[in-house]
């Protein structure tokens, strides 16, 4: 007999299926083979002791700190340690709970109810000599060639910007940065090059979006987070996507000591308000991208817990994109000038998408792709 420790299963159905287990004992297994560590803010003493029992009870755990048998405070942190199977009782049985319960309940929910989506690579070009990496910045024969070499190479998106985002960039007003983006939209419309791919605009001016979406573009990068209904209101028109960043400021400010007082719960609160803004508009859920904005109003521990965390976001139904790619967090770990972050930006990259992160924005296509490759066959 031998006997040997598995580092972790990613596909439980798979696994419980490829040693032969009948197809009723797979779907029950699977459910106990899945692992939750859920983080509870100031919840009520009554309920976290309430909650506290019902874990116990199905063999869950909630871990909390030492005075609340006294009572102490009104409000608590916690952690609830539960398996796929014991979420789901708990999630029924504290509906009828009271002191903020089914809230909870709720939320437990829809963490259950997480979508999936494939993994995308999605290629960087600037239409402009800001970028802060001078191996993205294109003029308009040389970006398309890239283009081109970056679907080859397994890009199924393109996002194109004409505007430097990174931390004190210059400003640019709408006429120039149009000016810029006109050239590369009319060529990719020529060429309906966007039949090859999903193009993206990464622009929150409402006329450069705009001229984009009527040239073949289908997805809307917004830094802003929609905060600009505008741009909320040209994606329904046209039937394209979205994509939410969160950003803690604005390029010229964003960096300014970043100050949060739980970043998890900041970004969280922040996509469920534009969501519910984008719906009320007419934008489909599915249509709705989310990007914690790495780098964008964030302090190095910041963009580590939102990556080391990032599942967490993945209730919302909606794909996330990470986009890490040579940023300056690389060089606070350990300095490193910007043409030699590749290293540190796939490792980023593939913790991203092992916490669930779908769309890959980056500015080495042919790496991604043999890195997410190699990742896959080791799942």
Not at 288 to 307: E, M, Y
Not at 313 to 334: N, Q, W
Request: hydrophobic residues 45%.
């Amino acid at each position: 007999m031998d006997l040997y420790q598995l580092s972790g299963i990613s596909d439980a159905h798979a696994t419980l299926k490829a040693l032969g287990v009948e197809s009723g004992g797979v779907a029950i297994m699977a459910k106990k083979m899945r692992h939750y560590y859920i983080a509870i803010k100031e919840l009520k003493t009554p309920a976290v002791i309430i909650l506290k029992q019902d874990a116990l009870s199905i063999g869950a755990e909630l871990a909390v700190p030492s005075g609340v048998i006294l009572s102490q405070k009104p409000t608590y942190d916690c952690l609830l340690i539960a398996n796929q199977k014991q979420m789901e009782i708990l999630a029924q049985k504290e509906l009828s709970q009271p002191f903020g319960l089914k809230a909870v309940a709720v939320e437990l929910k829809r963490l259950l109810r997480s979508e999936t989506y494939p993994i995308q690579i999605m290629g960087v070009i600037n239409a402009n000599e800001d970028s802060f990496f001078e191996g993205s910045r294109f003029e308009a024969d040389g970006a398309m060639e890239r283009i081109e070499q970056m679907i080859a190479q397994g890009a199924t998106l393109i996002d194109i910007g004409a505007v430097s985002s990174r931390p004190n960039a210059p400003l640019v007003t709408p006429i120039e940065e149009l000016s810029r983006i006109q050239p590369l939209c009319d060529a990719i419309a020529s060429s309906r090059l966007y039949e090859q791919a999903t193009f993206s605009i990464d622009s929150y001016t409402p006329e450069v979006v705009a001229y984009a979406l009527e040239s073949g573009f289908s997805l809307i990068n917004d830094i802003t987070g929609a905060s600009d209904e505008r741009l909320i209101a040209l994606a329904v028109k046209h039937g394209a996507k979205l994509c939410i960043m969160h950003m803690q400021g604005t390029p010229q400010t964003m960096q300014h000591n970043p100050h949060y007082e739980d970043v998890m719960v900041e970004v969280s609160n922040f996509f469920a308000e534009r969501i519910a803004k984008c719906e009320a508009m007419g934008l489909r859920r599915e249509d709705i991208i989310l990007d914690v904005g790495i780098g964008f109003g964030k302090s190095l521990a910041h963009n580590l817990t939102l990556i080391k965390h990032m599942r967490h976001f993945t209730h919302f139904g909606c794909e996330l994109l990470v986009g890490a790619s040579r940023k300056s967090m690389i060089d606070r770990i350990i300095p490193t000038p910007v043409a030699e972050r590749l290293a540190g930006t796939l490792a980023i990259h593939l913790k991203a998408v092992e916490q669930g992160a779908t769309i890959v924005r980056c500015h080495d296509v042919a790496e991604h792709q043999q890195a997410l490759a190699v990742a896959e066959a080791l799942k």
